[in-house]
C-alpha cells in the first residue's frame, strides 16, 4: 500500500461554506485572533482520524487525508498536495475557499505565508499578528519551524506574531452538538502467543535505556506505540487500525495509561493491567508538569518528531530528552512469534486471494464487475479467513485509468466509479488485520486476451524491479534509500518511472504504515535495515488517463547466514561483515500471462517459478481439492512457460 487516503460523510453536510466560516469568525473576533489554523491531525497524529478530530473536514467539506484549513478575517485558504488537487477543487465552495496548491511554483507554505501575513501586518499596525491554533493537533515541531522563518524574514528583533495556544478548539464551538463523540471502543488483551514480550519484558528494556540517558519518565504518544508497549489491540476507534485512544508513560517505579476509562472494563483487560496505573486522558499534561516542577533534575524522554505540542511545551527544554524512543526500534524489529503471526496471516490472506479470484475470472466471463463490488467480495473472502477482524486500509480497486489514481477508494453513485471486463486491467491494493498479524498487497490484473504492449512492457518492468529488490542482499547498516534504485532501474531503462516511495514498514498485527524504516529516494531517512523488519515492495508505473501497474510483496528481513538469527548479537570474524536478505511474506501468486519474456533473465524466471512453488506449497492445504480455487491456484503457481 503507497499510500492512505480518507473520507467521511460530512457531519456538517447542511450548513453552507459561509455559515460555518462566518461562525468561525465571529469566534475569533471574540478572541482577538487575526488566524486560525485547522489541521487534519488529532492528538497523536495519526494517519488515520476518527470522525471527531475531521475538523478540517467539517469546515472545508475537502475531505482527502493530507490538508490544513487556515482562516483570517477576510480570507479562507486550503492547502494540500498534487495528489488531492482535483478532489479539493471539486469540494470546495469556491465562493468562499481558495485553493493552494502546496508544492506547486510560486504557492508559498502555510508557515511562509503566515510569516509574510505576519510582516504585513505588523508594519500596518506596529503590534503583532496572533495566530490560533490547537497545540494538540500540531506537531511539536510547528512552533520552532514559525519562529525560524520568522527569524530569517526579518532582520530585527520585532516580534511580529503570537502564537495562541490557551484556548478550546473553536471548530469544536462551531460545529456544536452535530460534532461525533469520540469513540471509546474496548481494548483487549493480545495475546503473548503473538506478542512475543511480556509487557514487564519491554519495560525493563525501556528503563535500562532511560537509565543510559539519565531520563526518569518516557512518554509514549502514538497510539501504536501504546498498543505495543502494553500488549493491547481494540477496533473501531481508529479506522482499519486496531489502536485505541491512549497516551502511556513508564517512570523507573510506574506505568501509566492515560484513556478514557469505559475503554478498560473488560476483567481480561482489567486483569491484564493489574500492574498498570490507569487515569482519565486527559490527565497526562498536568501528571507531565507536576513530574519535571517535582526536581530539577527529572527528565522526561519524548520522541518530539511524534508528539503534538501541547505535550512537548510543558516540558522546559533542559529537561527534555528529544531521542527516538526506545518503543520504536523494538516494535520496529519483530520478534519470532510477531513473525509466525505474520507469515499466518499471509497465508490465509492467500486462500482469500484465491477463493476472490477464481470468483472473478468466472464471473466475468457473464458480466462486468463494478470497483465497489469487486472491493465487498474480495473483503467478504478475508472474512472467512480464521481471525480476520477488519480491512488494513481502505481497499484501492481500479480498473483501467483509475488504477493510475494512486489514491483511488471506489463510491457509488460517482462519475469515476468504473465496471471491470476483459478488455480492461484492474489494480488491487489491499489488505487484512488478523488477530496475529497485518497484511498488504497489490496486484494487478489482466482476464482478457489483448492487453496492449505498453501495459505489458510496463507490467515487466516493474515485476523485474520487484524482484530486483526482493534479491537483494545487502550488509549491516544499509539505510533503506540505498535499495530503492533496484527496483527503478529497469523503468529507468524505459524513460520511466513513479512518484511514491518503493517500501514503508508494516506492523505486526498493528498499522499497516510503520516507521521508522522505509526504502524510498528520499535519502534523508537514513534509518538502518535490521533483522526482524518487516517492509512492503511495491515499484508501480501510472500512465494517467490510461493504466496503473504496481506488483506488492511484503517482505521480513534475516540473515543470510542463519547463526546470527539466531544470535543477533553475535559479531562476524575480524575484517567480514553480517549481511541481510529479504524473505517473501506474501503468498499470492503473480499473473504470468502479462510477462514481456524478452525483458527477462533467466534468473527472474527462476525465482518466479521458486516464488509460486512456495506460494503452492503453503496455500493449497487450506483449499479442497477440485474447488475452483485450488484449480486457479494450480494453474497460476505452475512454472512458467519459457519457450
Aim: overall charge negative.
Amino acid at each position: 500500500m503507497t499510500v492512505s487516503s480518507s473520507s467521511s460523510d460530512d457531519n456538517g453536510a447542511h450548513r453552507s461554506a459561509a455559515s460555518k466560516l462566518s461562525a468561525l469568525r465571529s469566534k475569533m473576533e471574540a478572541l482577538e485572533l487575526d488566524i486560525y489554523l485547522i489541521p487534519s491531525d488529532d492528538p497523536h497524529l495519526s494517519e488515520y482520524t476518527p470522525e471527531a478530530y475531521k475538523r478540517r473536514g467539517f469546515l472545508t467539506d475537502f475531505h482527502g487525508s493530507a490538508g490544513t484549513a487556515v482562516v483570517s478575517k477576510d480570507e479562507a485558504l486550503l492547502w494540500t498536495d498534487s495528489r488531492y488537487f482535483n478532489e479539493a477543487n471539486l469540494s470546495l465552495d469556491a465562493d468562499h475557499w481558495v485553493l493552494m496548491k502546496g508544492g506547486m511554483p510560486k504557492v508559498p507554505t502555510i508557515v511562509e505565508w503566515l510569516v509574510q501575513q505576519a510582516a504585513k501586518y505588523h508594519a500596518d499596525h506596529s503590534k503583532p499578528l496572533r495566530i490560533g491554533i490547537d497545540p494538540y493537533i500540531h506537531p511539536a515541531s510547528f512552533e520552532k519551524e514559525l519562529d525560524e522563518a520568522v527569524e530569517k524574514k526579518m532582520q530585527d528583533d520585532a516580534e511580529i506574531l503570537t502564537l495562541v495556544t490557551s484556548n478550546p478548539n473553536l471548530i469544536d464551538v462551531v460545529w456544536g452538538e452535530a460534532r461525533p463523540q469520540l469513540p471509546a471502543s474496548p481494548f483487549r488483551v493480545h495475546p503473548l502467543e503473538y506478542a512475543g514480550a511480556t509487557v514487564q519484558q519491554k519495560v525493563t528494556e525501556i528503563r535500562n535505556q532511560m537509565e543510559e540517558k539519565k531520563a526518569t519518565l518516557s512518554v509514549f504518544c502514538t497510539l501504536d506505540d501504546v498498543a505495543y508497549l502494553l500488549n493491547m489491540r481494540a477496533m473501531g476507534d481508529i479506522p482499519t487500525c486496531p489502536v485505541g485512544i491512549a497516551y502511556a508513560t513508564v517512570s523507573n517505579d510506574e506505568i501509566t495509561l492515560y484513556c478514557d476509562p469505559a475503554k478498560i472494563q473488560d476483567d481480561q483487560v482489567k486483569g491484564h493491567l493489574k500492574d498498570v496505573t490507569c487515569k482519565p486522558y486527559d490527565d497526562i499534561v498536568g501528571d507531565l508538569k507536576a513530574h519535571v516542577k517535582a526536581s530539577n533534575k527529572n527528565k522526561v524522554w519524548m520522541d518530539t518528531s511524534r508528539a503534538n505540542l501541547a505535550l512537548v511545551s510543558v516540558v522546559p527544554t533542559k529537561q527534555l530528552v528529544k531521542d527516538q524512543n526506545a518503543v520504536t526500534p523494538m516494535k520496529a524489529s519483530k520478534n519470532d512469534a510477531e513473525l509466525k503471526g505474520l507469515q499466518e496471516a499471509h497465508v490465509v490472506d492467500g486462500a482469500a486471494m484465491a477463493q476472490f479470484i477464481s470468483w472473478l475470472e468466472t464471473t466475468l466471463e457473464e458480466r462486468e464487475v463494478s470497483e465497489v463490488e469487486i472491493d465487498q467480495q474480495l473483503t467478504g473472502e478475508r472474512a472467512k479467513q480464521p481471525g480476520f477482524l477488519e480491512v488494513s486500509f481502505p481497499t484501492i480497486a481500479g480498473v483501467g485509468s483509475n488504477g493510475a489514481i494512486i489514491h483511488y477508494s471506489a463510491k457509488e453513485g460517482t462519475d469515476l466509479l468504473k465496471y471491470l471486463d476483459k478488455s480492461q486491467p484492474i489494480l488491487i491494493d489491499s489488505g487484512g488485520q488478523y488477530t496475529y498479524g497485518t497484511t498488504d498487497v497489490t496486484r494487478t490484473w489482466h482476464f482478457g486476451d489483448e492487453p496492449s504492449e505498453d501495459f505489458i512492457d510496463a507490467y515487466t518492468r516493474v515485476l523485474k524491479g520487484n524482484i530486483g529488490v526482493d534479491s537483494m542482499i545487502f550488509p549491516e547498516n544499509t539505510p533503506g534509500f540505498v535499495l530503492d534504485v533496484f527496483a527503478r532501474k529497469s523503468l529507468w531503462e524505459a524513460g520511466l518511472d513513479y512518484g511514491h516511495g518503493t517500501g514503508h514498514g508494516v506492523g505486526a498485527a498493528l498499522n499497516v504504515h510503520e516507521g521508522p524504516m522505509s526504502i524510498s529516494p528520499r535519502w534523508n531517512n537514513k534509518e538502518f535495515l535490521k533483522k526482524g523488519m518487516v517492509l512492503s515492495n511495491e515499484p508501480g508505473y501510472y500512465e494517467d488517463g490510461n493504466f496503473g501497474v504496481r506488483i506488492e510483496n511484503l517482505l521480513e528481513i534475516q540473515y543470510v547466514d542463519p547463526k546470527y538469527n539466531d544470535d543477533p548479537e553475535m559479531e562476524a570474524p575480524k575484517g567480514k561483515k553480517k549481511f541481510l536478505k529479504f524473505e517473501k511474506l506474501t503468498m499470492i501468486p503473480i499473473q504470468k500471462n502479462l510477462i514481456k519474456m524478452e525483458l527477462m533473465k533467466p534468473e527472474e524466471l527462476d525465482w518466479l517459478d521458486a516464488y509460486h512453488e512456495d506460494v503452492f506449497k503453503k496455500v493449497s492445504p487450506l483449499l479442497k481439492q477440485g474447488t475452483p480455487a485450488m484449480k486457479w491456484l494450480e494453474k497460476s503457481c505452475g512454472k512458467i512457460d519459457r519457450s
